[in-house]
């Protein structure tokens, strides 16, 4: 099992679908590494040769900010819109969606489940 960035790669997915498990790596952007190195990114994980992988290990610390350091700026970028109470930060901190969508309907995933309307039934004595 490869091992990059702190993240164990699947070894049965070819390299070309393995390297997004990374944060911070999409699919455009693993394609990018495996075509500048010189991979075959159709070659499975476990097929991979130690040289290669660290060519990719090199390319992705040389280049690309990913995982823990690429995961610290994001927040420190949030933390940064809620301290100058920027209407995006606003929307960070109340936990509704940062980009215009509407919240009538759907935004179920950041407003969570839906609440009751708080009517009790009495109970017969």
Same mark, same amino acid.
């Given at each position: 099992?490869?091992?990059?960035?702190?993240?164990?790669? #699947?070894? &049965?997915?070819?390299?070309?679908?393995?390297?997004?498990? /990374?944060?911070?790596?999409?699919?455009?952007?693993?394609?990018?590494?495996?075509?500048? %190195?010189?991979?075959? #990114?159709?070659?499975?994980?476990?097929? %991979?040769?130690? $040289?290669?992988? =660290?060519? /990719?290990?090199?390319?992705?610390?040389? @280049?690309?900010?990913?995982?823990?350091?690429?995961?610290?700026?994001?927040?420190? @970028? /949030?933390?940064?819109? %809620?301290? /100058? $109470? =920027?209407?995006?930060?606003?929307?960070?901190?109340?936990?509704?969606?940062?980009?215009?969508?509407?919240?009538?309907? @759907?935004? &179920?995933? &950041?407003?969570?489940?839906?609440?009751? =309307?708080?009517?009790?039934?009495?109970?017969?004595?």
């Amino acid at each position: 099992m490869a091992r990059i960035a702190g993240v164990d790669l #699947p070894s &049965r997915k070819a390299i070309e679908y393995a390297l997004p498990d /990374i944060y911070g790596i999409g699919l455009t952007t693993a394609r990018q590494i495996l075509a500048k %190195i010189g991979v075959d #990114p159709h070659k499975k994980v476990k097929d %991979i040769d130690e $040289n290669e992988l =660290s060519l /990719i290990r090199q390319e992705i610390e040389e @280049n690309y900010r990913v995982e823990g350091m690429l995961r610290a700026e994001v927040t420190a @970028n /949030i933390k940064r819109l %809620i301290e /100058i $109470n =920027s209407y995006r930060g606003l929307r960070h901190k109340l936990g509704l969606p940062v980009h215009g969508q509407r919240t009538k309907t @759907n935004a &179920r995933t &950041r407003k969570g489940p839906k609440k009751g =309307s708080g009517v009790v039934k009495k109970k017969k004595a």
